[in-house]
Each structure stands twice: as C-alpha cells, then as structure tokens.
C-alpha cells in the first residue's frame, strides 16, 4: 500500500501541535495555581508616618575647661582634687601673692608720684621757687663768664699754690705708705716686745689673784672662769683682770703692726691715701692749666647749656606749663594708672576660680610646685550632648528642635529620647571621603549613668505625617527610567483560584524603612499583591506559526 508522505506528514504535525498546546495550557494552569498559592498580598490603610536618618557619635560635655592662669608662680594654696563638685566662684588653687603684692605697692606710689607732679604743674610757682631758680640762672652766667674770661694773675697764682700743696700730700702719702709696709725701726720692735712682756705678767698675776682669792672655776660652755661672791671687791678684782687683758692684746698688735707689713689694714690704709693724693695732684693741674691756657670748647658749650637749661626753668615758673607739657604729664598719670590696673589684676590672676559648677577631672599640680600650662580640668556633667557626625545628603531635612532617639553601646536595648539643638556651619573634616557635618542632640532625663565619650547610634525623625494613605514598601514598584511608581491592585481570582491584578500607577509622598505614603492612584482598602509576577503569554502553533 502506498502512502502519501506529504499527508502524513500534515497529520504528525498537527497532531504535535495540538499535543503542545495541550501540555501549554497544563503548565499555564499550574503556574497560575502556584501563584495563588506564594503571592502575598497587602491592604492600603490610613496611619502616621515618619521619615528617619542614622547617626553615630560620642557623647560630649558642652561645658568643660582646660584651665590656666595667665602667669606662672608657686602653689600655696590648693583647694580641689579630682572627683570634687564645685561650684562657678569656688576657689579651686592660689599662687604665692608675695612678689605680686609688692608689685602693687609700687605701682600705687608710682601713681601718686605721677599724680603729685601733674598737680605741682598747674599750680602756681611760689616766691621761694621763683628765687632758687633766678639764683640758678645768676651762677650758670657767672660760671660762663669766669670760663669766657679766663684766669687772673692772682687765680693763677693761688692756684700753684694749690698744685704744690697737693704734691706734698702724695709725697707725704707715700711715706707712710713705706714705713706700712716696711715695719718699725729695731728700737720701736725691741719696746713693743718688753711691753708685752710687761703686760704678760701683769695680766697673769691678776687672774691668778682673782681667781685664788674667790674661789673660781673655769667653765668650758662660756670660756671663762665662774666665781663665788658677788662683793665690790669681788668685782673690783675681776675689772682689774679684764683690764690687764686688755692691755696684753693691745701689746700684742703693737707688736704685730711694727713686722714688716704685719698691719694689713695700715698698709691698705696708706695706699687708699696714696690714691686719693694724687687724684687731688690731678685735678688741682687740671684747673691750672685751664686758668692758663682758658676754657676749651667742651667746657664753654657745656656751660652754655647748663644756662640754658636754667633759663628754661625760670621761664617755665614764670609762665607755667603749656598745654602739651600738661597732656604728657596727663598721659604719665594714665600710663601709671594702667600699670597699677595690670598690677591688681595679675595679683588677682593669682587665684584660679571654677567659672561653672562641675566636677574637677584632673589636677595637674601640687602643692610648691610651679603652675604652668592647664593646672585643672573641669567637666559639667549635666551639659552632655549626643555629637554626631551626619551625611550632608540626611542634613537637608534636619533642623533645631527635631526629635530622635539614641541607643548607647553600654546600654543595648535602652534608648533615651532627645532633641537637635544645633547644627554646624561647616564640615568636619574626615578621610572617608564624605562630606559630613556634626549635629548636637540634647538628652530628656534618664536614669541611665551617662560618661563623656560613650558611644551614641541615633535615629534622626526627618519628617512626619499623620493619618495618610500608606502601603508597606515591598508593594510598590519603580521605573527608574521614567521616574514613575506602580502597584498591583487585586482585582479578583479565575476560576483556578488565582489571583487577577491590575498594574496601577500611584504617586508617592514621605517613605521610611517600612511604609510609603500614597498621594494618588488607589483608596484606602485597596488590596495589592507583593512580588506578582504576570504568567508567560500563551502562544498557539509552532514557533513563528501565525
């Protein structure tokens, strides 16, 4: 039997096709039953919502201080240890006052000083000060005249006279000076030495004769002898033994000055009159030969000036002082005003005080030892802030008074409400590459222990609404290409059971981590589907058959 190929051929197809769309449709009935069975669904309702930022930071006091005193000095008083509360006044360490005191004082008198002379020179001259001053004007002119002149006879005689005087005295200085030196002559040293002895022996026999006759006693702890009575003829025997004394020492440096330069202080004596001799040689031949030879030019230009001054004064207690010379005087008073006022208030700077209530941190000195550089460190503990380090992309929604929360590492599970007091002008730099700017939160009360330095995760509230349309996050669906936003609204289900939605396009408004508001395109209840994903189309045929 023969068969048509071309017929067979026809039918084998047919016969696969309808065999495809028959497993197509099985397979289309199953997906849709699967999604029925995974796809979650979600309903449109109305609450409140609030948009936050995440910060990490420290917590800082606001109020702490490195403190210093302006000078350095030594300790004498120190009032504070570390863990102290004090209070803003409390005296916390002093400086010793002494030389600082002293300062004062003679910044005071040179204050009156000033003042005396500003008040003497707008008053009046007086009759007796008007005199001295013409009489200093009448020698300066007689004292320029005599030099202008220039030496009489007489004065230049008189004054030989005086240039001889002089050189006897040098040579008269110079003898002694010799004999000083040289000693006594061998009948001066042979006298002295017999006188001595004379007065050994007189010095011992009255000791003896003291200490014999009222029973004496030497005493090691006054080197002397202790002795019983008491009698005028007691005392009158102990005189005559300190005279005798006395003698023997005199003898005893008459002795030594007649050695060969044993009397040092003679000898220096001497030489000092040898100096002086001649320094008088000097200036008597100096004054010679000036009335000789007349005034250089020096000396009549300095007599010149000296007049001159004079005559300034004079005019100056005739007329009185000008304004200028006043304001300089005024000015002089002002400048020693001002130096007793650095004075007082470097005395005063000798006291370190708390400038506010908080608790001393460190001490770094002690008592006598000098203060330099920061001495204390104080903290007021109820000035902790929250200082966190924000993006600048979160900055923009953040302002003064905004609420958050703050959860710190020491405490897990445990947050503190507080509230944005403040916002840096400008960013802090960092080597993250972003650009950050501190913000301060304020902490409500706690009953937590809070320490400077801990650290602080806080949730920033950027923005909230009440009572708005909201759907959870995972419903909506974006077009990044277009900027556009949609969800899938469940309209009912097939006979199979499975879900028939409808894409939808909304409009967004505020969103956080879970909800996103809705501004249009669906209704309060509306139920969406999460994570739909449409079934494959269904095709008819083999592939490319139309």
């Known amino acids: 039997m023969k068969i048509n190929m071309k017929w067979g051929w026809g039918i084998g197809l047919g016969v696969i096709i309808v065999i495809g769309l028959i497993t197509t449709m099985n397979m289309i009935n199953a997906t849709d039953s699967a999604t029925a ?49 004090v209070n803003a006044g409390d005296i916390l360490l002093t400086l010793d006052p002494t030389t600082l005191e002293r300062t004062v004082q003679d910044a005071e008198q040179a204050l009156l000083i000033q003042q005396s002379r500003l008040t003497d020179m707008v008053q009046p001259a007086t009759e007796v000060e008007l005199a001295a001053a013409e009489a200093s004007v009448a020698n300066a002119q007689a004292r320029l005249d005599d030099l202008l002149q220039g030496g009489s006879d007489a004065e230049i005689a008189a004054q030989e006279a005086a240039v001889q005087a002089a050189r006897a005295d040098v040579a008269a200085a110079s003898a002694r000076s010799s004999a000083a030196q040289s000693g006594g002559t061998s009948d001066e040293l042979l006298a002295a030495q017999h006188a001595l002895e004379d007065a050994q022996v007189a010095y011992t026999e009255a000791e003896e004769a003291h200490r014999t006759t009222y029973d004496c006693t030497w005493n ?15 005392k009158a025997a102990r005189v005559t033994a300190q005279q005798a004394l006395a003698n023997l020492r005199a003898a005893e440096e008459r002795l030594a000055d007649l050695q060969p330069g044993g009397a040092a202080l003679s000898v220096a004596s001497a030489q000092a009159s040898v100096s002086s001799a001649q320094a008088s040689l000097t200036a008597e031949q100096a004054r010679l030969d000036q009335l000789r030879n007349g005034a250089s030019t020096a000396d009549i230009a300095a007599a010149e000036a000296t007049l001159a001054n004079a005559k300034q004064q004079l005019d100056n207690l005739v007329t009185g002082p000008s304004d200028t010379d006043i304001t300089q005087q005024e000015v002089m ?52 802030e929250v200082v966190l380090e924000v993006d600048e992309i979160d900055l923009g929604s953040l302002n003064p008074g905004q609420d958050a929360s703050v959860a710190f590492e020491t405490y897990p599970g445990r947050e503190v409400a507080g509230q944005v007091v403040a916002i840096a002008p400008e960013n802090t730099p960092n080597t993250s590459g972003t650009v950050v700017y501190e913000v301060n939160l304020a902490l409500n009360e706690t009953d937590l222990f809070l320490l400077e330095g801990m650290t602080a995760d806080a949730n920033l509230i950027t923005d909230q609404r009440e009572g708005v349309l909201l759907v959870a996050n995972s419903a909506i669906k974006s077009d990044r290409s277009s900027g556009t936003f949609s969800v899938d609204v469940v309209t009912g289900r097939n006979d199979d059971g499975a879900l028939l939605v409808e894409n939808t396009p909304v409009t967004i408004g505020l969103r956080d981590s879970s909800f996103t508001q809705i501004t249009g395109g669906i209704e309060e209840g509306t139920v969406l589907a999460v994570g739909y994903t449409p079934p494959p189309s269904q095709e008819f045929g083999p592939p490319g058959f139309n």
């Not at 006054?222 to 019983?228: G, L, W």
């Not at 008073?333 to 908080?358: H, I, K, M, S, W």
Request: aromatic share 4%; proline share 2%.
């Open 37 to 85: 069975q995974t796809t979650e669904t979600v309903e449109a309702f109305i609450g409140d919502l609030g948009a936050t930022a995440t910060a990490t930071g420290q917590l800082e006091a606001q109020m702490k201080a490195n403190l210093s005193l302006p000078q350095s000095g030594e300790v004498n008083q120190l009032f504070v240890e570390v863990g102290d509360e």
């Open 220 to 234: 090691d702890a006054t080197a002397a002898f202790d002795c019983v009575g008491g009698s005028d003829a007691e």
């Open 333 to 384: 008073v002002e400048q020693a005003r001002l130096a007793l006022e650095r004075a007082q208030n470097n005395l005063a700077d000798a006291t370190l005080v708390a400038p506010f209530d908080g608790i001393v941190t460190a001490v770094n000195v002690n008592l006598g030892e000098t203060a330099n550089g920061v001495v204390i460190e104080l903290v007021n503990m109820n000035s902790m």
